[in-house]
């Protein structure tokens, strides 16, 4: 009993100096109105044991306010809560009871995003080094062949050097998008914003883009804005962002045609690329600018690519303060806008 009362007075020390200050003016007040001497030590001794319950009594609601806390905060650690509704104090704390929740839920939060990290960092580095791994073992694989004496067979040497040049390029062509990639990531690439003449901008990507058009007979269309239509990027990332685009419409586009266009706004211009291809099924939309994210592997190993092309454009898209935005029917056709501002 006895150290119960000396920790409740240990814990109402907290108080002590507006106790001390009320005592001293009451005591004043007492001296102001009475002049015997017993009656004024009577009434200091009453306010003395009143004042030593008073703060017994605080002490005790402090010292189980304080426990409370302490009992919640222990639960936090043992992870014994699912959900901040679930934190409850009494009816005095419940500002407190506020800010532990949205505590709690940002640290949740937080948890849940780094092993969403060490997930994707995880998928990641198992993505790169098969990705690695394909064009290497082929290559090796091609020069292997010329050693053991493909080399003076003149009917398949220079077919195997073409195949292991191939994935040479496709090699450095991963490499390139991951230094890309990651720069972007770290923050490290540094943008060049100007403004631009649209027209005299798209129309040489198309005609370097023509010839694998060709290939597959796909008649790519640029439908030209406005004479004298400027917009405000940089140009050589955006560059990138138009070759991965076109590139993927044309790949993924058997018979049919790929269209650009600029649709003028008032503060902006919408970038369009439309074309008439296999589509996108509706619940890979969403996943389709994840790094090495294939909608069908097999397929898009078939036709190239490093898996990396739309996470890229994704990244240099949204550092020009605007989001890509795709619209995609299953064996109609894919549509991917982003807007620029004039």
């Given at each position: 009993?006895?150290?119960?009362?000396?920790?409740?007075?240990?814990?109402?020390?907290?108080?002590?100096?507006?106790?001390?200050?009320?005592?001293?003016?009451?005591?004043?007040?007492?001296?102001?109105?009475?002049?015997?001497?017993?009656?004024?030590?009577?009434?200091?001794?009453?306010?003395?044991?009143?004042?030593?319950?008073?703060?017994?009594?605080?002490?005790?609601?402090?010292?189980?306010?304080?426990?409370?806390i302490?009992?919640?905060i222990?639960?936090?650690?043992?992870?014994?809560?699912?959900?901040?509704?679930?934190?409850?104090?009494?009816?005095?704390?419940?500002?407190?009871?506020?800010?532990?929740?949205?505590m709690f839920?940002?640290?949740?939060?937080?948890?849940?995003?780094?092993?969403?990290?060490?997930?994707?960092?995880?998928?990641?580095?198992a993505?790169?080094?098969?990705?690695?791994?394909?064009?290497?073992?082929?290559?090796?694989?091609?020069?292997?062949?010329?050693?053991?004496?493909?080399?003076?067979?003149?009917?398949?040497?220079?077919?195997?050097?073409?195949?292991?040049?191939?994935h040479?390029?496709?090699?450095?062509?991963?490499?390139?998008?991951?230094?890309?990639?990651?720069m972007?990531?770290?923050?490290?690439?540094?943008m060049?914003?100007?403004?631009?003449?649209?027209?005299?901008?798209?129309?040489?990507?198309?005609?370097?883009?023509?010839?694998?058009?060709?290939?597959?007979?796909?008649?790519?269309?640029?439908?030209?804005?406005?004479?004298?239509?400027?917009?405000?990027?940089?140009?050589?990332r955006?560059?990138q962002?138009?070759?991965?685009?076109?590139?993927?419409?044309?790949?993924?586009?058997?018979?049919?045609?790929?269209?650009?266009?600029?649709?003028?706004?008032?503060?902006?211009?919408?970038?369009?690329?439309?074309?008439?291809?296999?589509?996108?099924?509706?619940?890979?939309?969403?996943?389709?600018?994840?790094?090495?994210?294939?909608?069908?592997?097999?397929?898009?190993?078939?036709?190239?690519?490093?898996?990396?092309?739309?996470a890229?454009?994704?990244?240099?898209?949204?550092?020009?303060?605007?989001?890509?935005?795709?619209?995609?029917?299953?064996?109609?056709?894919?549509?991917?806008?982003?807007?620029?501002?004039?």
């Amino acid at each position: 009993m006895w150290n119960e009362i000396k920790s409740n007075l240990i814990s109402s020390r907290v108080y002590l100096k507006e106790f001390l200050l009320y005592n001293t003016v009451v005591i004043l007040f007492i001296l102001l109105i009475f002049e015997n001497t017993a009656i004024i030590i009577s009434l200091v001794l009453i306010l003395f044991f009143l004042s030593l319950i008073f703060l017994n009594m605080i002490g005790y609601r402090r010292n189980k306010e304080l426990e409370e806390i302490k009992s919640v905060i222990s639960k936090i650690h043992r992870s014994d809560f699912s959900g901040s509704e679930e934190i409850k104090l009494n009816k005095y704390l419940l500002s407190l009871q506020e800010e532990i929740r949205l505590m709690f839920g940002k640290t949740k939060s937080d948890i849940e995003y780094l092993k969403r990290l060490e997930k994707m960092r995880t998928e990641f580095l198992a993505n790169v080094s098969h990705e690695l791994r394909t064009p290497i073992f082929a290559i090796q694989g091609y020069i292997e062949t010329l050693l053991d004496g493909a080399i003076d067979d003149k009917k398949v040497n220079k077919y195997f050097l073409d195949k292991a040049n191939q994935h040479t390029m496709s090699l450095s062509n991963l490499l390139n998008d991951l230094i890309d990639i990651s720069m972007i990531e770290s923050g490290e690439m540094r943008m060049s914003y100007r403004y631009f003449n649209v027209n005299e901008y798209i129309s040489p990507i198309i005609q370097e883009l023509k010839p694998i058009a060709d290939e597959k007979n796909i008649e790519v269309i640029y439908y030209p804005a406005r004479d004298g239509l400027q917009l405000f990027g940089d140009k050589n990332r955006l560059k990138q962002v138009f070759i991965n685009l076109i590139t993927n419409a044309i790949k993924y586009t058997e018979k049919g045609k790929v269209e650009i266009l600029i649709e003028e706004e008032d503060r902006f211009g919408k970038v369009i690329v439309r074309d008439s291809g296999i589509g996108i099924r509706e619940e890979d939309i969403s996943r389709i600018f994840e790094r090495f994210y294939r909608v069908d592997k097999a397929r898009s190993r078939s036709v190239g690519g490093t898996g990396l092309g739309l996470a890229i454009v994704k990244h240099i898209v949204e550092a020009h303060g605007s989001k890509i935005v795709v619209k995609s029917t299953l064996g109609e056709g894919s549509e991917f806008s982003f807007r620029l501002k004039k």
